[in-house]
Nanobody, 118 residues
Framework: QVQVVESGGGLVQPGGSLRLSCEAS????????LSWYRQAPGKERERVAF???????VYADSAKGRFTISRDNAKNTVILQMNSLKPEDTAHYYC????????????WGQGTQVTVSS
């Protein structure tokens, strides 16, 4: 069982920045594929970005140029740096962990709320 815990959400004004953090347990963190998803009220959950065990990154079009995903294997942590935030970025953000280079079981955190509003 892998424990996944997100933090860093909050209320921010449009144009502002937030840094989301996700810590996942387990001794094989470096082999996890790590993703950030979000879900706004009334909408489906969508993937924002992911980073592979080899460090490759992929972003949703809505996140390109504004968000950066990174990982710190020494701290079992994945970070989502979000800049130039817009009201439409308001959502509950979730971290997803998939084991064994993306071929193993999947675990989700409880998420953290991001609200972009003036």
């Amino acid at each position: 069982q892998v424990q996944v815990v997100e933090s860093g959400g909050g209320l921010v004004q449009p144009g502002g920045s937030l840094r989301l953090s996700c810590e996942a347990s387990g001794a094989s963190f470096s082999n996890y594929v790590l993703s950030w998803y979000r879900q706004a009220p009334g909408k489906e959950r969508e993937r924002v970005a992911f980073i592979t065990n080899t460090g490759n990154t992929v972003y949703a079009d809505s996140a390109k140029g504004r968000f950066t995903i990174s990982r710190d294997n020494a701290k079992n942590t994945v970070i989502l740096q979000m800049n130039s935030l817009k009201p439409e970025d308001t959502a509950h953000y979730y971290c997803k962990v998939r084991l064994r280079g993306g071929t193993g079981p999947t675990y989700w955190g409880q998420g953290t709320q991001v609200t972009v509003s003036s």
